[in-house]
T-cell receptor, first 115, second 113 residues
Framework: GAVVSQHPSRVICKSGTSVKIECRSL??????MFWYRQFPKQSLMLMATSNEGSKATYEQGVEKDKFLINHASLTLSTLTVTSAHPEDSSFYIC???????????FGPGTRLTVL | GDSVTQMEGPVTLSEEAFLTINCTYT??????LFWYVQYPGEGLQLLLKATKADDKGSNKGFEATYRKETTSFHLEKGSVQVSDSAVYFCALTVTGGGNKLTFGTGTQLKVEL
C-alpha cells in the first residue's frame, strides 16, 4: 500500500497563532486528497476534498477561511489552521487516493493542542 | 444517502476469545466495504476490504464477508490478542463517488489477559 506521512505529529500553540500541517505521499502520485478531524472517542469527520491544482471542496459547516488547504502537487498537501483557538484542538488526519486505486491511504495524524 | 452503522463499544474480551463487531450499511450505489483499525494516537490503517457481494476480506486473522442480502460486513476474529486492542471503523465507498469514504462511528476493542 501507499505510504503517507504527516508533519508534525504533534503541535502545541498559543491561541491566535496559525499552524501548518503537511501531508506527503511518499511513493505514488495522488490526484485527490482528503482532510479529516477527529475528536476524542469519535469517528472521523471529513473536512474537505481537493484535487491537485484545484480549490478544495469543503464540507458543510467547515470554514474555508479558517482551514486553508493547499494541494501544491501530486505529493504534497498542506492544511493551515489560521488564528487557532482551543476549540480547534483535535486530531487531524489526511488521506490520499488516485484513479489507480479504489481506496484511501491515510497519514498517521497530527495532534493539535491550542492553549 | 450513504451510511454505516456499527455496534457501540467498548467491547471488552479476554485474550483468545472470539470477536464479532457488527456492521451494516445503506448505500445509494454499489459499495466497496472496508474495515480500518486505529491504534492509540495513530492514524487509520486498512485492515481488510471487499469490493463485491460474497467476497471475503481477510488479514491478520480478521475476516469479513460482504453480504448484500443483509447489507452487512461483520468483522470476526477467532482468537483475539491484547495487541488487537484498538478502535475499528467500518466504512464504504460507492462507485463514482471519488473514493469518498463514509465511516461508521467506530468500535473500541479492549482485550485483557
Amino acid at each position: 500500500g501507499a505510504v503517507v506521512s504527516q508533519h508534525p505529529s504533534r503541535v502545541i500553540c498559543k491561541s491566535g497563532t496559525s499552524v501548518k500541517i503537511e501531508c506527503r505521499s511518499l511513493d505514488f502520485q495522488a490526484t485527490t486528497m482528503f482532510w479529516y478531524r477527529q475528536f476524542p472517542k469519535q469517528s472521523l469527520m471529513l473536512m474537505a476534498t481537493s484535487n491537485e491544482g484545484s480549490k478544495a471542496t469543503y464540507e458543510q459547516g467547515v470554514e474555508k477561511d479558517k482551514f486553508l488547504i493547499n494541494h501544491a502537487s501530486l505529493t504534497l498537501s498542506t492544511l493551515t489552521v489560521t488564528s487557532a483557538h482551543p476549540e480547534d484542538s483535535s486530531f487531524y488526519i489526511c488521506s490520499w487516493t488516485s484513479g489507480t486505486y479504489n481506496e484511501q491511504f491515510f497519514g498517521p495524524g497530527t495532534r493539535l493542542t491550542v492553549l | 444517502g450513504d451510511s454505516v452503522t456499527q455496534m457501540e463499544g467498548p467491547v471488552t474480551l479476554s485474550e483468545e476469545a472470539f470477536l464479532t463487531i457488527n456492521c451494516t450499511y445503506t448505500a445509494t450505489g454499489y459499495p466497496s466495504l472496508f474495515w480500518y483499525v486505529q491504534y492509540p494516537g495513530e492514524g487509520l490503517q486498512l485492515l481488510l476490504k471487499a469490493t463485491k457481494a460474497d467476497d471475503k476480506g481477510s488479514n491478520k486473522g480478521f475476516e469479513a464477508t460482504y453480504r448484500k442480502e443483509t447489507t452487512s460486513f461483520h468483522l470476526e476474529k477467532g482468537s483475539v490478542q491484547v495487541s488487537d486492542s484498538a478502535v475499528y471503523f467500518c466504512a464504504l465507498t460507492v462507485t463514482g463517488g471519488g473514493n469518498k469514504l463514509t465511516f461508521g462511528t467506530g468500535t473500541q476493542l479492549k482485550v485483557e489477559l
